[in-house]
């Protein structure tokens, strides 16, 4: 399995980005895709799991109502929708998979390599 992010950069405050986690190598549909974060000196966080199976996308409470998902089964990528970003949300982003959404990031065995997402004026 080979997961590769990208889509990061530097954007203002109120601004928006959107990450990509290209999947492959996958030998089951029966896959999530979860996006974390992790700041410096902070746990690594989850921030999203989509579900290959049905399409059915989790969003953690602490970025509900500016951060959405999305999945595009022909290019296998998961997106990750990011508005009104404020200086908060600086961290570096990965994409990771298992067979189910969990918010624990030791669940996860397979990561991508992560992107840079930086949130200053």
């Known amino acids: 399995v080979q997961l590769v992010e990208s889509g990061g950069g530097l954007v203002q405050p109120g601004g928006s980005l959107t990450l990509s986690c290209a999947a492959s190598?996958?030998?089951?549909?029966?896959?999530?895709i979860g996006w974390f974060r992790q700041a410096p000196g902070q746990e690594r966080e989850g921030v999203s799991c989509?579900?290959?199976?049905?399409?059915?996308?989790y969003i953690a409470d602490s970025v509900k109502g500016r951060f959405t998902a999305s999945r595009d089964n022909v290019k296998n990528t998961v997106y990750l929708h990011m508005n009104n970003l404020n200086p908060g949300d600086t961290a570096v982003y990965y994409c990771?998979?298992?067979?189910?959404?969990?918010?624990?990031?030791?669940?996860?065995?397979?990561w991508g390599q992560g992107t840079q997402v930086t949130v200053s004026s």
């Open positions: 190598g996958f030998t089951s549909e029966n896959y999530v």
């Open positions: 990771a998979t298992r067979s189910r959404c969990a918010w624990s990031s030791i669940l996860f065995r397979s």
């Open positions: 989509t579900s290959n199976y049905d399409g059915a996308t």
